[in-house]
DNA sequence: CTCCTTTTGAACTTATGGGTTCACTTTATT
DNA sequence: AATAAAGTGAACCCATAAGTTCAAAAGGAG
């Protein structure tokens, strides 16, 4: 591992820090201008930095574009991790739980980051594809994944009605960002913080109506 | 200047149907290469026209970009709301009806021109914010529109229970391309007929565990 | 044929931006 | 203080592409 810590090592000095804030500038100049139109001396002046250093330390555009994305992506898939999480204790009260989960889930969907990512990732998809794969296993296909494997305890528990628990977050998650996107106009415009928790409600709403176990089949 | 009134002069030649070639050159170029990566030289050759004739039909870039655009969209939405319109008979066989229909929206999400300009409205939503917002009413927003009037009949005959429509239809087609875009990695790589159909029937499935009418309230 | 419009090809202007070079300064460690 | 790595600013080269100009050609209408 490398130098993490602060003030050590003999050879690169507390200075290497402006990698990150390479990195940093370069996400929020690439998710400003798209790809093509962001250039290379301004994401130095974000980073407060000259553009031979930006150079000094990746490559060219091209790297630099591959490492912020996958360094935002890293970062997106963290919250997605933390969230999907609450729905361990999801067992007391379903729909109260899921509604809190769904609202959450949407807030990073929907804040700058997730937004810029998703942006960057479809204008890209030509030029660079694997990247643009990557990102989409780190993101939504994490956020799936974590999903399908509460849905699946919350099936044994006899909460849910059994399913492929795949599927079941497939749909969940569609129910949840779908509306969002059409109401956002693919996140050109706000949505309110009441709207959202009405397209949470709703989405816990129809997914319930269809996934609950039966009262007639308890277990 | 003048390439938005209708017919100029007295029947410009059968040349003028040069226009038409040019905004579907255009369209294919903006589609493969993105906004800022596609040359006029390049759209020129493809219409098999010399570079000054663009210029002389349509006086810049970004007015060719627009009306590439939305002449793409409007054929979409042709496309869209042929589909809509064969819920009208689904009163018989509601399943298989909303099925045959689901697996031709699906279809048309999924085709190139499609595809090209879902990506080309995500990249380009900082820079033409209009463009992208007439792109959106006229596809997507069209198609929400027609199949909510669909289902406002279907729940006024009893066959799904009572709804606020718009909200069906949104969530319908949510659980229709929210999964698709999943499958394809944002339409990236191509998914088989036979998955496609698994989708809508999916799709259909969960929909009508969740808005079918109960049995027990009839209508 | 003649007139008039459109098209064409090619050269040209201008602007932008990726990437590099280099001489010079800053900084931390010994 | 000495040293070496890293950073800086400015100038530079080079490729690409938007948009224009112009003289010549093509094609339809009268």
Redesign the pocket.
């Known amino acids: 591992m490398t130098d993490t810590a602060s003030?050590?090592?003999?050879?690169?000095?507390?200075?290497?820090d402006?990698?990150v804030a390479i990195l940093d500038a370069a996400f929020t100049v690439f998710a400003r201008r798209g790809y093509?139109?962001?250039?290379?001396?301004?994401i130095?002046e974000v980073a407060?930095?000259?553009?031979?250093?930006v150079?000094?330390?990746l490559?060219?555009?091209?790297n630099?574009f591959r490492h912020a994305i996958e360094a935002a992506a890293d970062a997106v898939m963290a919250d997605n991790l933390a969230v999907v999480d609450r729905m361990r204790d999801a067992g007391d009260d379903l729909r109260t739980t899921m509604e809190d989960v769904a609202y959450r889930m949407l807030r990073i969907c929907c804040d700058e980051r997730s937004r810029a990512l998703r942006r960057l990732a479809y204008a890209q998809l030509n030029r660079f594809p694997d990247v643009i794969e990557v990102v989409h296993r780190r993101t939504s296909g994490r956020l799936a994944e974590g999903l399908a494997d509460r849905l699946a305890r919350l099936c044994l528990s006899g909460h849910l009605r059994p399913c492929d628990p795949t599927q079941a977050a497939e749909q969940f998650l569609a129910l949840l960002t779908g509306p969002m996107e059409t109401r956002s106009q693919l996140g050109s415009r706000k949505v309110s913080a009441a709207e959202t928790r009405a397209v949470a409600a709703a989405a816990v709403d129809t997914f319930l109506r269809a996934y609950r176990a039966t009262p007639a089949d308890p277990s």
Do not use: F, M, W
């Not at 093509?36 to 301004?42: F, I, L, R, T, W």
């Open positions: 003030t050590k090592r003999s050879a690169p000095r507390g200075r290497i402006k990698r093509e139109q962001a250039c290379v001396q301004e130095a407060g930095v000259a553009k031979p250093t150079y000094n330390h490559s060219d555009k091209e630099l």
